[in-house]
């Protein structure tokens, strides 16, 4: 599992199960994870950038987003044609 965390969280993440740590104030996520090699499955998002998670979720994967709606313009960037939204 890989996520985001600034700073000093990073080592708390860690000791929850993180194998990889990014920090989002120096580090740009959808440039380290552009390789195809690197790339996702799934992609979660908790801060509304499901657009910038198209470039680094695999072709088929999927991007859950608890940010709001994603936009068609993030749905085709992943070759989706549609969505289905889920109210709990």
């Given at each position: 599992?890989?996520?985001?965390?600034?700073?000093?969280?990073g080592?708390?993440?860690?000791?929850?199960?993180?194998?990889?740590?990014?920090d989002?104030?120096?580090?740009?996520?959808?440039?380290?994870?552009?390789?195809?090699?690197?790339?996702?499955?799934?992609?979660?998002?908790?801060?509304?950038?499901?657009?910038?998670?198209?470039?680094?979720?695999?072709?088929?994967?999927?991007?859950?987003?608890?940010?709001?709606?994603?936009?068609?313009?993030?749905?085709?960037?992943?070759?989706?044609?549609?969505?289905?939204?889920?109210?709990?």
């Open positions: 599992m890989t996520t985001a965390s600034a700073g000093p969280k080592e708390l993440v860690k000791s929850l199960g993180a194998d990889e740590v990014v989002y104030k120096t580090s740009k996520f959808e440039e380290l994870f552009a390789a195809e090699d690197r790339k996702f499955d799934v992609c979660f998002d908790c801060t509304n950038e499901s657009l910038k998670m198209a470039s680094i979720v695999k072709k088929g994967g999927k991007i859950v987003t608890i940010a709001g709606a994603p936009t068609l313009e993030s749905i085709r960037a992943i070759g989706g044609t549609h969505f289905l939204l889920s109210w709990v």
